[in-house]
């Protein structure tokens, strides 16, 4: 019982922090602190922890891979190739609503923070003239940008949740498209329901639009995705083969080189790759899991409820994909009896769905407040979409398992 007091305050002091938008990082370099201090380690053990923590491959190949999806970002932003991609689909599509969804889908590839913003007024222009309601425009421009959260390897979410768990990327990209199709499938339901789609008849062959069409702006994305899902290529090599690729291409000099990639290595990305490492080998030093998980063994309380509660109520408090998975998939994967892939896609289906029904996620917060929508007009399609997401995800653990 000491353990689950002591993992519950803990628990509870990173959620208050992140409420408190304090970075995650720093938060789980505290809750680290915290950890060392209940369990009262010894010097020696701290110190063999911080090595273990900061000097290992997964630290160094994580931390490299998200300095390099930085810098892959900054590139594709600074040479408009997002709104190059936009004017693609534009030119292929004439359906109605297709075009809708197509802005925050695009925009969605890249995780800047803000984007959210940056496809609503695409979305506005796009349904001008359609008898929609503020809170349908929103829901939009909310919902399709995050299926990419489940499966591209440019999100650190699904990123961290690998290396947490030593489970191949590749093999939770697989898994979690299951998830990825149906938000996509849910959001087209109850968004697209009462529109019908303009101009059909002026659709042209698709082997004529094709030649019209240029598709070029496309590949960089498109080759991160095929190189780590079909080659699977380890992300950071992937990265920086297509990042040194694109300096050729478009003729970066020394000096933009060195800027892209000192945005890239920016501190606060050591911070946060230190601080979910260092919490996660604290725990398993101290023995909080061990003992954490015998305990709940002993009480006889089955491993499901908490796989999918423990990160949908992370995810919903915080609002953060790395938050659920930093604070919670340690426990977890002790809790579970080590990271299966079956019990790893469940809980970070259910810690995302959190996550998209958070009222503090930063894309809900600004989609919101450009649309002026009332947010439990929102809520009124993002919950029963979420729940045929979860529904999807238990089917896909039972049949796994």
């Not at 701290?46 to 160094?60: E, F, Q, S």
């Not at 960089?220 to 290529?233: C, G, I, N, S, W």
């Not at 809790?335 to 259910?350: E, K, M, P, R, V």
Request: aromatic letters at 12%.
């Amino acid at each position: 019982m000491s353990d689950l007091i002591k993992i519950s305050l803990v628990f509870f002091l990173i959620l208050l922090l992140l409420r408190q938008k304090l970075f995650i990082g720093y938060v789980m370099l505290v809750a680290s602190v915290s950890v060392a201090a209940l369990y009262r380690m010894s010097p020696e053990n701290i110190a063999a922890t911080l090595r273990k923590a900061t000097l290992n491959d997964t630290t160094i190949k994580l931390l490299l891979a998200l300095s390099l999806i930085r810098t892959f970002e900054l590139i594709l932003r600074e040479k408009n190739v997002m709104s190059a991609m936009m004017t693609s689909v534009k030119e292929f599509f004439i359906n109605s609503r297709v075009i809708i969804i197509s802005m925050p889908l695009l925009i969605g590839m890249l995780p800047s923070l803000g984007g959210a913003y940056f496809s609503a007024p695409m979305v506005k222009e796009a349904t001008t003239g359609l008898k929609m309601s503020p809170e349908e425009r929103a829901f939009i421009n909310y919902w399709f940008r995050h299926p990419w959260e489940y499966i591209l390897p440019l999100y650190p979410g699904i990123l961290l949740a690998s290396a947490v768990s030593g489970i191949p990327l590749y093999s939770l990209i697989f898994a979690n498209m299951v998830c990825a199709f149906i938000l996509l499938a849910t959001g087209f339901i109850y968004s697209m329901r009462n529109i019908k789609p303009k101009n059909l008849d002026s659709i042209m062959p698709v082997k004529i639009r094709l030649k019209k069409t240029n598709w070029q702006s496309f590949v960089p994305v498109l080759a991160v995705l095929l190189l780590v899902v079909a080659a699977r290529m380890e992300l950071h090599y992937a990265l920086l083969g297509i990042i040194i690729t694109l300096f050729i291409v478009y003729r970066y000099n020394p000096g933009d080189v060195l800027r892209a990639t000192r945005y890239g290595f920016a501190i606060e990305v050591i911070v946060l790759i230190t601080g979910i490492m260092l919490f996660k080998e604290t725990l398993e030093a101290s023995g909080a899991v061990r003992n954490l998980s015998a305990f709940l063994l002993q009480q006889g309380i089955p491993v499901l409820p908490i796989l999918c509660l423990l990160p949908f109520v992370t995810g919903l408090l915080t609002g953060h994909t790395v938050g659920f998975v930093g604070s919670a998939f340690p426990l977890l994967i002790t809790i579970g009896g080590g990271a299966s892939l079956a019990n790893i896609s469940l809980a970070f289906a259910s810690g995302f769905i959190g996550v998209l029904l958070s009222p503090v996620h930063l894309c809900l917060v600004l989609t919101r407040q450009y649309f002026k929508a009332d947010l439990w007009g929102i809520y009124r399609k993002t919950v029963p979409a979420s729940f045929f997401i979860f529904l999807a995800a238990l089917i896909e653990y039972l049949i796994v398992r």
